[in-house]
């Protein structure tokens, strides 16, 4: 089994930033691709960005793209997403996602791992 915890989520004003980080444990991945969604409140989980296994291949939300990064360093079994000028419509929970697939995936349903969510919280 692998297990995913997320860190790096909190209260920040609107036109900061944050650095979420996932680390992933127990069984390994393989050379899967991950990814980061999210969920606000009312509304259901959506995509936000994935990476392939050896980073060649980034997808973004239009609604983030330009304004965050997805990364990842596979021999610290690690991922991460930079958030930068954040605005209140990114508060959300923000859940890392993994898989033992190589190809990219940006549909939850693609993904066979989850992490337990880190809160975001972006004030006007």
């Known amino acids: 089994q692998v297990q995913l915890v997320e860190s790096g989520g909190g209260l920040v004003q609107a036109g900061g930033s944050l650095r979420l980080s996932c680390v992933s444990s127990g069984r390994t991945l393989g050379r899967g691709s991950m990814g980061w969604f999210r969920q606000a409140p009312g509304k259901e989980r959506e995509f936000v960005a994935a990476v392939t296994w050896g980073s060649s291949i980034t997808r973004y939300a239009d609604s983030v793209k330009g304004r965050f990064t997805i990364s990842r360093d596979n021999a610290k079994n690690m991922l991460y997403l930079q958030m930068d000028s954040l605005s209140p419509e990114d508060t959300a929970v923000y859940y890392c996602?993994?898989?033992?697939?190589?190809?990219?995936?940006?549909?939850?349903?693609?993904?066979?791992?989850w992490g337990q969510g880190t809160q975001v919280t972006v004030s006007s």
């Open positions: 996602a993994a898989r033992n697939v190589l190809t990219m995936a940006t549909r939850s349903n693609e993904y066979s791992y």
